[in-house]
């Protein structure tokens, strides 16, 4: 019977997992390509739900929400890029300065209510949780954010091949060297920001969707969530040669392992509770392994010695 209800659980967790992988890579465009530790996400996550929401409850569309939601998490970022480049703000504490904002605007942008909630049945969702089973392919969550994912993919493929998007990876690889070649670094540090709060909110618009409403603390503990998947991605498939695409699809995958692995753990009996303190030990693991990899099962070097000449 628990394997059974395990198996039902198995396509919702799909699902989330695939939303919360593309806020993942949104994580992997500051965490990896920018070089850069930015926490505006936790307040970027609520902030798109909460524009994505009220732009339904206004009468606006389930896509024009969307948009509208991607446009709120790009001023967050570029708020972000702001305080770090223009006022010489560590980037780890502009971002912490713009989540704190976050919290009133988005306070105010869901009317004063810690949430507000949208009905299946009364709006037309791009994505619901009740569609997860018994429903045609074209409207399984699975599906359509499958879709947007491979897009985004493809997007940001094509982005970071131009020459603007290789400005940004030369900055988040070696920022003084981009300089002495003339790239504008504080720019493609603002750029990347905007890019990826943005995505940022674009998943967090698709989950308010998902899930039926949006929620104050929708954010909260996003971060560790993202870093999971960017560090599981890397590990499981860190092995596998392949261009960036590859790399941001395995972040997705990471995404989608870290929500399946959270279902058998509460099948387990584990208390929905400490799901946060599972997050942390998940993250501290994966972040482990390539170290102790390295320094206790790697092959020693040989040195010297006329053989190895």
């Known amino acids: 019977m628990e394997i059974v209800k395990f198996l039902n659980a198995l396509p919702g967790a799909c699902a989330q997992g695939l ?45 024009f929400s969307l948009l509208a939601a991607v446009g709120a998490g790009m001023l967050a970022g570029l708020v972000t890029g702001i305080l770090h480049t223009a006022m010489g703000i560590p980037a780890i504490l502009a971002g912490i300065l713009t989540q704190l904002g976050l919290y009133s605007v988005n306070l105010r942008i869901m009317g004063g209510r810690a949430n507000q909630s949208i009905g299946v049945d009364q709006y037309e969702l791009l994505v619901s949780l009740r569609w997860v089973k018994d429903v045609p392919f074209y409207q399984n969550p699975i ?8 897009l985004l993919i493809a997007v940001l493929y094509w982005f970071f091949g131009t020459e603007l998007g290789c400005s940004i990876r030369a900055t988040g690889c070696n920022a003084n060297m981009s300089r002495a ?76 392992i870290y929500y399946l692995v959270l279902q058998v753990v509460l099948k387990m009996g584990l208390d929905s509770n400490d799901l946060k303190l599972l997050a942390a030990v998940v993250v501290a693991v994966f972040l482990a392994i390539p170290y102790l990899k390295g320094k206790y099962f790697a092959k020693p070097v040989k040195r010297g010695g006329a053989s190895n000449a």
């Open 19 to 63: 939303i919360w992988g593309i806020m993942a890579i949104g994580v992997y465009i500051t965490y990896k390509v920018l070089d850069l530790a930015d926490l505006t996400v936790d307040g970027t996550m609520a902030t798109g739900g909460a524009v994505c929401v009220m732009m339904m409850l206004s009468g606006h569309s389930a896509g």
């Open 143 to 150: 599906f359509v954010v499958g879709i947007f994912v491979l």
């Open 181 to 256: 070649q003339g790239i504008n670094t504080d720019i493609s540090k603002i750029l990347g920001l905007v890019i990826s709060n943005g995505i940022v909110a674009f998943s967090s618009g698709l989950f308010a969707q998902y899930q039926g409403f949006a929620d104050i603390n929708a954010g909260r503990g996003a971060i560790v969530i993202g870093l999971a998947a960017v560090i599981i991605g890397q590990v499981v498939f860190g092995k596998i040669r392949g261009n960036f695409a590859f790399k941001l699809l395995s972040v997705v995958f990471g995404s989608i």
